[in-house]
């Protein structure tokens, strides 16, 4: 474990990572109760700031007369959300201990060498500040809907990593300390908000934790909305089921849909099988345009192009559908099996065939030399699971 004697001289042993997003008015006053908590401290702020509005030049102007260092990076293009800031934060830290809080003032400056002080005595990767144990308070959220909210996700995100948050009451908070060296950041898939959801369950970490209470926001709005909870569930789902959930779940909106079309057409006086034909090709489309954008969307850039990656996708799923009819009915006429349980086995047999197509052809990434082979499931790695 690092510590103070490892650093080289003039580099901090502290740096509290602020993502930013349309922040101006907070910043002055949130470097201002950071300078007095950590007064006589070796610490530094970074900003890593994804902002439309002033706030990189508020940064600027507070760090020209401010007593802590601060630091900016300003993001023209804000891959991965907060969690992607934040992980960019850690990478361009080189202090042995990093804080990660809101722009916001909801998590008390004051509460920053506490959480240090917490990891020296305990021997810990990370420290949480907890909202949920002792006399700690989630107060500071919006409303009685916020709050609750808050509550149940946490309670199911703990119920679904019993293991890797064991020692964890608060996974979604935005308020804890890390080891920097304890991260292995090419792990990560930063998605939205929760990047301690991401960094406990893609590793095994020793966490402690202090309670605190959620405070009101000093000036400027919330950005929690409804984009925000899609993408936490995504990344729930991602971390826990790995890349092959997300692509049934489109399989069965895509096969709802189709049902949904073929009703219509017919409906409409179409014959069944000009609307089975048309319902299956839409379907194909919409299934490819939401893989792209849920399923793969860290491998787009990775090897052939859009329109090459369409026409392969779009072949192979119509020689599937082709095959996959005879059989079924090679199984139901020749074979007697009823056609429920036949159906079920030729649709199984044909999404496992699916996935391993887009998966090895069509997203195949490019070769990396010197890459270390890990057992994978999806995007998630065996030895990660709990």
Known sequence: MSSASDRQPGTPELTVIVPTFNEAPNVAELVRQLADALDGQSAEVLFVDDSTDTTPDVVREVAATAAIPVRLIHRDEPVGGLAGAVQEGLAASTAPWCVVMDGDLQHPPGLVPSLLATARDEGVDVVVASRYMDDGSSSGLANVTRRVVSSVSTAVTRAMFPVRLADCSDPMTGF???????????????????????????HRLAVAEIPFVFGERYAGDSKASFAQGARFLTQLAALRFGRMSRFAVIGGVGALVNIAIVALLTGWGAEYLVAAVVAAELTIVMNFLLQERFVFADLRHEGRGPWRRFAHSFAFNNIETALRLPVLALLVSTMHVAAVPATALTLLVAFV??????SRVVYRPRSRSGRTQLGVVGDQLVDELP
């Open 176 to 202: 804890f300390l890390v080891r920097r060296e304890a991260v292995e950041l090419d792990r990560l898939r930063p998605r939205g908000f929760k990047i301690l959801l991401e960094i406990l369950a893609r």
């Open 353 to 358: 065939a699916r996935f391993t197509f887009h």
